[in-house]
């Protein structure tokens, strides 16, 4: 019986020391830093508008620490992802983007300035969404 607890501990401590480097996040989409602020959405399964405020509400939260009511805006719309070399993915920031007007309201695609807040965007985790 010992032996198969130190086994079971060794095994464990080894997947615990493991570098995380990517962020599976809910509903088919992957999340990957860029920078403590900066962050891009690539989807694996799922590619509507409503996924990637999921995702980045959800990296936002969990992984950068914000709150509610912090907003999320756009950095870039669709494009190749430069974390992982995927052909699209979605910039996102914590920081308005100094070079681009600031949209309150978000359009079909993502314009670079387009924002919600963290519990805006999480609000549109629950939504149904008809796949491609």
């Known amino acids: 019986m010992k032996k198969q607890f130190i086994i079971f501990t060794t095994?464990?401590?080894m997947v615990l020391s493991l570098p995380v480097t990517v962020s599976a996040a809910r509903n088919g989409f992957q999340t990957?830093?860029?920078s403590n602020t900066e962050f891009e959405v690539i989807p694996r399964a799922r590619r509507d508008v409503d996924g990637y405020w999921c995702a980045a509400a959800d990296f936002a939260r969990r992984t950068l620490g914000a709150g509610w009511?912090?907003?999320i805006y756009v950095l870039r719309g669709y494009g190749p992802s430069v974390t992982t070399g995927r052909k699209t993915a979605v910039q996102f920031t914590l920081k308005a983007p100094a070079n681009v007007?600031?949209?309150s309201s978000v359009s079909v695609g993502f314009r670079p300035g387009d924002?919600?807040?963290?519990?805006?965007?999480n609000g549109r985790c629950n939504r149904r969404f008809i796949s491609r």
């Open 32 to 34: 990957e830093a860029i």
């Open 69 to 71: 009511q912090q907003r």
């Open 101 to 103: 007007g600031q949209q």
């Open 115 to 121: 924002s919600m807040s963290v519990q805006g965007a």
């Open 11 to 13: 095994a464990a401590l």
